[in-house]
């Protein structure tokens, strides 16, 4: 495929972005003006554009970060250790080692500005309102690391989207098409670890995949829609914010992922498929695997319906102040931009979740774990159908 194909888009609206990237999935790259007020993009860059080692390390003191040495294979990433944030940005100064900080939750301790606010095109974020409400937990984070750092191969979790905002520096991202397993992974099930240096007789049929190369430069925000694999290297220092985000239009998607991973846990444990309590050993196998098993699935479910049937009962809820100097993060809910909760958009997300919870209910499994979930889908279903009716 073309290297350069994927569109770069320096002005675009909400409306658009949903209709021409959202909704087919396809992934986009948005121009650097969007970031451009983030405070981040100052507060944690020098005028030449390089890391501000010492404002970050004075910013963040205290946090103890994950960070992978990208010469090491730890299954299909790489090995991680823990430290201080400052010692990380010590060590990333020598630069003896390829050290990646990953997957930094750097907005749970930052309560002391608001570094970026995502970009309203992006903000419709279903994953992140409910772990932050439900479970206090959230998929946004930041990624430091020098020349060569690199994530391998990878799907996100969920089937989730992923938008990543370069703060500096730039990455090279290949982006592989979803509906290609077949060509990556090996006899054992293993998929590749890295797409530019493996082994031809493991993979003899990796030369065919379909991919897409790109540049992310400063200030750039990538966009990788839902179920697309990803292998993503830095070239020199770079710092980008990444959220992990799911919605609507990609609810389907990660409903079927579930259900997928369901028939590799029944196949793991096919040898006692006929004890007593099989169905919910799978389910428990289902949710430390997948992060989330059918019940839980319908948690989310009912949560994010609850917020949509609260906008067919009251006023949309007012337009976000756009005040990115406030002090503390805005929540997840509070990020979302008016465009995702006018009447059209609140029909359209409610649609969608009562033709996944239709898919739920008949589903065979729902019926075979113990509870009374197929009860539970059916009553929602009927309160969002009399919602929809109302409205
Ligand atoms: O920037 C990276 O190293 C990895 C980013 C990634 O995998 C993502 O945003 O989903
Ligand atoms: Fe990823």
Not at 106 to 128: E, M
Not at 160 to 174: A, D, F, P, T, V
Not at 235 to 240: L, V
Not at 265 to 288: K, N, P, S
Request: proline content about 5%.
């Amino acid at each position: 495929m073309d290297a350069d194909c994927i569109e770069r888009r320096e002005n675009i609206s909400i409306d658009e972005f949903v209709e021409c990237y959202l909704e087919p999935n396809k992934p986009v790259i948005l121009g650097a003006a969007l970031t451009q007020h983030w405070p981040a993009r100052s507060d944690w860059v020098t005028a030449e554009g390089t890391p501000n080692f010492a404002r970050l390390s004075a910013l963040y003191p205290a946090d103890l970060v994950d960070v992978a040495d990208c010469d090491t294979t730890y299954f299909s990433d790489h090995q991680r250790t823990t430290m201080l944030l400052p010692e990380f940005i010590e060590k990333w100064q020598k630069g003896e080692q390829r050290l990646y900080c990953k997957d930094w939750h750097f907005t749970r301790s930052s309560s002391q500005y608001q570094a970026y606010q995502p970009l309203p095109h992006l903000s419709n974020d279903w994953l992140n309102t409910y772990y932050e409400e439900e479970k206090g937990d959230d998929y946004r984070f930041c990624y430091m690391g020098g020349q060569g750092t690199w994530t391998p191969f990878h799907e996100d979790v969920f089937r989730s989207y992923s938008w990543s905002s370069n703060i500096c520096g730039q990455k090279r991202w290949i982006l592989v098409p979803p509906g290609q397993n077949h060509l990556f992974t090996d006899d054992q099930g293993n998929w590749v670890h890295s797409l530019v240096d493996y082994d031809q007789t493991r993979f003899p049929r990796l030369f065919e995949l379909k991919k897409f190369e790109l540049m992310q430069g400063p200030g750039e925000t990538v966009f990788v829609p839902s179920g697309w694999w990803h292998q993503v290297q830095n070239i020199g220092d770079t710092i980008s914010i990444n959220h992990n985000w799911t919605n609507e239009f990609n609810l389907r998607r990660m409903y079927d992922r579930l259900g997928h991973d369901l028939q590799s846990v029944r196949y793991a444990l096919r040898d006692v498929t006929g004890m007593d309590g099989f169905e919910d050993q799978v389910q428990l196998v289902l949710g430390i695997n997948s992060g989330m098993d059918f019940c839980g699935f319908f948690m989310f479910v009912k949560h994010m319906a609850a917020v949509y049937l609260g906008h067919c009962n009251a006023d949309p809820r007012p337009l976000p102040a756009a005040d990115s100097e406030a002090k503390g993060y805005k929540s997840a809910r509070d990020c979302v931009d008016g465009y995702f909760l006018s009447p059209d958009s609140t029909h359209r997300a409610l649609n969608i979740i009562d033709a996944v919870l239709e898919m739920l209910e008949s589903d065979p499994t729902t019926a075979l774990i113990s509870g009374d979930l197929k009860d539970k889908v059916f009553d929602l279903r009927k309160t969002i159908k009399q919602a929809l009716h109302r409205s």
